[in-house]
C-alpha cells in the first residue's frame, strides 16, 4: 500500500512519528515553537534540507510508519498546503503514511485536501474559531491540542470538552519541541484522565528511548519525534525494545 492510500489508520502498539516541520519549501530545525527563528536544517540523516531527503533520511533513521509533516507556510501565512513538497516526501518513504497540519481551519479546506490522496488533516487547536471543526471529521483526521507554556492556543471549548475530539489526539506542547526537556507525563496523565478511549500522542520534549518508554509505560499511543534522531540520541536499533 503507498503512502497516498494508507491515512495511518489503525496503527497497533506504540507509535514513534518522526517529524518534519516545512517552510519556503525546506525543511527547518524547530526549537521551543519560536518559528520565526528555524533555519533550514542541518542533520547527518541527509545532504541539505529538501523535504524529500530528510524524509528519506528519517525513515532510514527509524522503521517508521507514519510521518507528521508541519507546513509552517501555511500555519503561520494561510498558504495553500505544499502538495509539491508532500509529494515529494510521500514519494521517498513508499508505504509510509503522511499526517499533515497545514493550518486547517475550515471544512472546505479539509475536504479539499482528503482529495488529493496526500495524507490524513491533522487539526490544530491554534488555527480554529469553530471548536467542532475537528469532531465534523471523525477518524478521518487527528486533532492537535496546541499548547505554549501555560497558554492553551485555539477555543477553550477544544480543551476542555473531550466530546469535540475526534478518537486520536495529539497533545502538542510547543515550548517543550527541540528544549531537551523531556515529555509532559503529568499534562499527558491529565489529558488521558479526561479521555481514556481516545489515542493520546505526545508531541515536543522526547530525548531518547528512555522516554519512549515512560510514555508507552503510561498508555501513552504515541509520540512524534525529531530531534532525538536528527540528534542520533534515538537510533533505529532502539526501536526492538519498543516493540
Known amino acids: 500500500m503507498n503512502a497516498s492510500m494508507d491515512h495511518g489508520f489503525g496503527r497497533p502498539g506504540f507509535a514513534v512519528i518522526p517529524v518534519l516541520d516545512l517552510r519556503s519549501g525546506r525543511v527547518v530545525r524547530a526549537r521551543r515553537g ?3 527563528s528555524y533555519a533550514p536544517i542541518e542533520t547527518p540523516l541527509a545532504k541539505g534540507s529538501a523535504p ?3 524524509a528519506r533520511g528519517l525513515c532510514d533513521a527509524w522503521p517508521a510508519t507514519i510521518l507528521y509533516v508541519a507546513d509552517l507556510d501555511a500555519i503561520i501565512d494561510h498558504a495553500p498546503p505544499d502538495l509539491a513538497a508532500l509529494t515529494a516526501i510521500a514519494r521517498a518513504c513508499p508505504g509510509v503514511a503522511l499526517w ?3 493550518g486547517f481551519a475550515d471544512p472546505e479546506g479539509i475536504a479539499d485536501f482528503l482529495t488529493t490522496g496526500l495524507g490524513r488533516p491533522v487539526i490544530g487547536s491554534e488555527s480554529q474559531a469553530d471548536a467542532g471543526l475537528p469532531a ?5 483526521a487527528v486533532l492537535s491540542l496546541d499548547t505554549r507554556g501555560a497558554e492553551r492556543l485555539g477555543p477553550a471549548a477544544l480543551h476542555d470538552d473531550p ?3 475526534p478518537p486520536e489526539v495529539i497533545a502538542m506542547t510547543l515550548a ?3 528544549a ?3 515529555p509532559d507525563l503529568a499534562a499527558l496523565a491529565a489529558l488521558q484522565a479526561r479521555a481514556p478511549d481516545r489515542r493520546l500522542y505526545a ?3 522526547v530525548r531518547g528511548p528512555d522516554d519512549l518508554r515512560a510514555l508507552r509505560e503510561a498508555g501513552i499511543a504515541g509520540a512524534l519525534v525529531a530531534s532525538a534522531l536528527h540528534d542520533g540520541t534515538l537510533l533505529r536499533a532502539d526501536a526492538a525494545g519498543l516493540a
Request: charged content about 30%; hydrophobic content about 35%; aromatic content about 8%.
Open 34 to 36: 519560536e518559528r520565526s
Open 52 to 54: 524529500d531527503a530528510v
Open 100 to 102: 499533515v497540519d497545514a
Open 136 to 140: 465534523r471529521f471523525g477518524e478521518r
Open 163 to 165: 466530546s469535540l475530539w
Open 176 to 178: 517543550q519541541v527541540g
Open 180 to 182: 531537551g526537556r523531556g
Open 203 to 205: 508531541a515536543g520534549g
